[in-house]
């Protein structure tokens, strides 16, 4: 061991060549800490900053969309050209093959669709069972003046590893 056995060329620290720390590439999220930052850079392209989000979060309110009633068929074959898939917890967990290496951004909120406003949701996926469908982050429709519950999902993130 270096320390006991006193060996001079195991105790170079480098000091003269200081440590790199590189700046995050997305605006405004240096500051973040390292778990939010991976999983940014999951979603986001790291080259570009820039993502290709294919959403199919859009049916569960309202039911199949016309032709894309067959998400098999029609989206995942989509998937080779997005950065990252939004979709609900149904569609991941019944469709979706856990081969597909693309982030996934979950839609946590519902709600009724009939007789109501359909804005007026609820937070209907809690963190553990997003942590155990291994998402990157998680949407509610955020900044909706009508929604009564609008919890920051991407706070509730805080406090959990990458």
Not at 22 to 31: A, D, I, P, R
Not at 57 to 65: A, E, I, M, V, W
Not at 84 to 110: A, D, H
Not at 142 to 158: K, M, T, V, Y
Request: aromatic share 6%; glycine share 10%.
């Amino acid at each position: 061991m270096a320390d006991i056995d006193e060996l001079k060329e195991a105790k170079k620290f480098c000091a003269d060549i200081p440590q790199k720390t590189e700046g995050f590439f997305l605006k405004g999220s240096n500051s973040l800490d390292w778990g939010m930052k991976n999983r940014l850079a999951q979603i986001f392209n790291p080259e570009s900053g820039r993502t290709v989000m294919l959403a199919i979060d859009h049916g569960y309110f309202q039911g199949p969309t016309t032709g894309l009633e067959r998400i098999d068929l029609n989206i995942l074959p989509l998937t080779p050209y997005a950065d990252t898939l939004m979709l609900t917890r149904g569609i991941l967990r019944s469709l979706v093959p856990p081969s597909i290496t693309k982030s996934i951004v979950l839609r946590v909120s519902g709600g009724t669709s009939i007789l109501k406003e359909l804005s007026n949701e609820e937070i209907a996926v809690d963190i553990e069972e997003s942590i155990r469908l291994n998402v990157c982050d998680s949407h509610g429709g955020h900044g909706n003046p009508l929604r009564h519950s609008n919890i920051g999902c991407d706070r509730s993130w805080q406090g959990y590893g990458p």
